[in-house]
């Protein structure tokens, strides 16, 4: 049967830019056992980490990997690194002297990339009423713009 087993690397780093969705990272399991005993298949969750509901992980059946999935786009101007913990369980009834401590979780650490999603115009369209026949130069309306990209220097065109 198989033994979920992540000792060999349970730490998983991945790197998704903001606004997207897809696949980020496929989490391997080290499985000793003969294949061809057949046997269950890995069962993935993410116990921690994931509070907004953003990831999902899914077993591939062809190798009983875990694919984590980003479902709801990442904000990096909100949230920049996101730490999952994931249990592999097996989908076998366990069976009581396998012992499934604590080899059987992993972290995969998620850092969102950013993004130059460009300046933000309130109100959008901007709308003015200009009074006919007032005297050039006069204040006629101020525009509030909001960069969502805090970190970046960059000018408004
Ligand atoms: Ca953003
Ligand atoms: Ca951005």
């Given at each position: 049967m198989i033994k979920p087993n992540l000792t060999t690397c349970v730490l998983f780093e991945a790197y998704v830019y903001e606004g997207s969705t897809g696949v980020v990272v496929n989490l391997t399991v080290d499985d000793r056992?003969?294949?061809?005993?057949?046997a269950g298949r890995a069962i993935y969750s993410i116990?921690?980490?994931d509070p907004t509901l953003s990831f999902e992980i899914q077993t591939n059946p062809d190798n009983n990997e875990g694919m984590l999935s980003v479902i709801k786009p990442l904000d990096y101007e909100a949230e920049r690194f996101h730490t999952l913990l994931i249990k592999v369980e097996n989908e076998d009834p366990l069976v009581p002297d396998v012992g499934y401590g604590p080899s059987s979780t992993a972290t995969v650490h998620v850092t969102v990339l950013d993004i130059n999603e460009g300046p933000v115009f309130f109100p959008d369209p901007l709308t003015v009423n200009k009074m006919e026949n007032i005297p050039l130069g006069s204040f006629v309306a101020s525009l509030n713009a909001t960069d969502p990209d805090i970190l970046q220097t960059q000018s408004i065109r």
């Open positions: 056992d003969d294949p061809d005993t057949g116990v921690n980490g």
